[in-house]
């Protein structure tokens, strides 16, 4: 069973910028991050092969870097950070990336709360 934990999250002004962290308790293929705001489906941000082969969403395309420190640690830098972007950021890992869908992925985190303020 592979465990993630994630850290990193936190409050920020637009504009700003930080840098989430999340690590396995063991290697695995395709880590990922998502994010879900109240009353809306769990959104896919960025996933990152074993290899750094990188998937982003349109929407954060230019303002988030994703990589993978090791086969256990993946990061993701934000930056230019909208209010928009508020939400709890999970991150997640699977056998393989795909099309940054969540269903396409097995194991999940617990979630780190993002907050940007106008």
């Known amino acids: 069973q592979v465990h993630l934990v994630e850290s990193g999250g936190g409050s920020v002004q637009a504009g700003g910028s930080l840098t989430l962290h999340c690590t396995a308790n063991?290697?695995?293929?395709?880590m990922g991050w998502f994010r879900q705001t109240p009353g809306k489906e769990r959104e896919g941000v960025a996933q990152?092969?074993?290899?750094?082969?990188t998937t982003y969403a349109d929407s954060v395309k230019g303002r988030f870097t994703i990589s993978r420190d090791n086969a256990k640690k993946m990061s993701l830098q934000m930056s230019g950070l909208k209010p928009e972007d508020t939400a709890m950021y999970y991150c997640?890992?699977?056998?393989?990336?795909?099309?940054?869908?969540?269903?396409?992925?097995?194991?999940w985190g617990q979630g780190t709360q993002v907050t940007v303020s106008s």
């Open positions: 990152v092969t074993k290899d750094g082969a």
């Open positions: 063991e290697y695995i293929y395709c």
């Open positions: 997640a890992a699977g056998a393989y990336c795909y099309s940054l869908r969540s269903s396409e992925y097995d194991y």
